[in-house]
């Protein structure tokens, strides 16, 4: 079975940085795509940035130049850098892996970016 465990969150000032990690668990599959997601307080769950295995990525607009997303194949990880954070960054952020197959969630991390 597959676990996304994921780590780096928390508070931080307006300006500051964090990075996440998530690392894949349990049975060793080959992931296409690997990303992160974020839901804020009231909102749907968003995009933040995906990696393909050939580690071409895609941001979302709100985040591109501030966030770099990056991945290990051989290790199953993935990373999203987080500089120059926003209040409006505050969200649960979800790494995400996906098979040909399925899709897997992490259990979430919390940032909070105070003002």
């Known amino acids: 079975q597959v676990q996304l465990v994921e780590s780096g969150g928390g508070l931080v000032q307006a300006g500051g940085s964090l990075r996440l990690s998530c690392a894949a668990s349990g049975n060793r599959i080959r992931f296409t795509v690997m990303g992160w997601y974020r839901q804020a307080p009231g909102k749907q769950r968003e995009l933040v940035a995906i990696i393909g295995s050939g580690s071409s990525t895609n941001y979302a607009d709100s985040v591109k130049g501030r966030f770099t997303i990056s991945r290990d194949n051989a290790k199953n990880t993935v990373n999203l850098q987080m500089d120059s954070l926003k209040p409006e960054d505050t969200a649960v952020y979800y790494c995400?892996?996906?098979?040909?197959?399925?899709?897997?969630w992490g259990q979430g991390t919390q940032v909070i970016v105070s003002s």
């Open positions: 995400n892996a996906r098979t040909s197959f399925k899709p897997y």
